[in-house]
């Protein structure tokens, strides 16, 4: 299994420049939701998705926008890239149980996308 | 709304033992434990429950007191191997499956 795989893995974006990171998982997970990292700040959320055609805004959705057309899928949209955008970027994805939550399982995490708007 | 995690940097031995705490100032519904190695994706540990458990993970085991809204992260007789940076996550009953992470603790085990 190929398990959550997210790309480009490094990525250069001019100030203004859009871009969409890409998510894919193959383990028929429901939740998925985007992070990002930065140093001294641990993983913060964007936005996170409890199944196709559902999405809802984390802890620092502007300037960010997801869709989930499918299971698999979960990309992640740079509408106007901005210097303060620079930072890894994961995407997580976990089973959820009957009737949403998805808190009682662990997340898998894809191998980060390295972004730096200049 | 983001755990506080304690200490921020730990230096140990080989073999010796170590305690990662995180503390949430709301009712917790769950704590994630995730490590991180550098450059690498953070790689599930465990996952508890309210209710006051405890879970073991080979030689790294961890609690959740849920009347003080933390949970503690053990680690005895640390491997090398078990360097890398310590996240807990959590999740509240009343934010659905908004889980936010703490900023983390950096563990190095030296031989």
């Known amino acids: 299994n190929a398990g959550v795989t997210q790309t480009p893995k490094f990525q250069v974006l001019k100030t203004g420049q859009s871009m969409t990171l890409q998510c894919a998982q193959d383990m028929n997970h429901e939740y998925m939701s985007w992070y990002r990292q930065d140093p001294g700040m641990g993983l913060r959320l964007i936005h996170y998705?409890?199944?196709?055609?559902?999405?809802d805004q984390g802890e620092v959705p502007n300037g960010y926008n997801v869709s989930r057309s499918t299971t698999e899928d979960f990309p992640l949209r740079l509408l106007s890239a901005a210097p303060s955008q620079t930072s890894v970027y994961f995407c997580?994805?976990?089973?959820?149980?009957?009737?949403?939550?998805?808190?009682?399982?662990?997340?898998?995490f894809g191998s980060g996308t390295r972004l730096t708007v200049v | 709304q983001q755990p506080v995690q304690s200490p921020q940097a730990v230096i140990l031995r080989e073999g010796e033992d170590a305690v990662i705490n995180c503390s949430s100032s709301k009712a917790l519904y769950s704590v994630h434990w995730y490590r991180q190695k550098h450059g690498e994706a953070p790689v599930f540990l465990m996952i508890?429950?309210?209710?006051?458990e405890q879970k073991g993970h080979e030689k790294i085991s961890a609690s959740f007191n849920e009347k003080k809204q933390q949970s503690s992260l053990y680690l005895t007789a640390s491997q090398l191997s078990y360097s890398g940076t310590y996240f807990c996550?959590?999740?509240?009953?009343?934010?659905?499956?908004?889980?936010?992470f703490g900023a983390g603790t950096r563990l190095t085990v030296k031989p």
């Open positions: 998705s409890v199944g196709a055609g559902i999405t």
């Open positions: 508890l429950l309210k209710g006051g």
């Open positions: 996550g959590t999740a509240h009953e009343d934010l659905n499956n908004d889980m936010r």
């Open positions: 997580a994805s976990s089973y959820s149980m009957v009737g949403g939550g998805a808190l009682n399982y662990g997340y898998t």
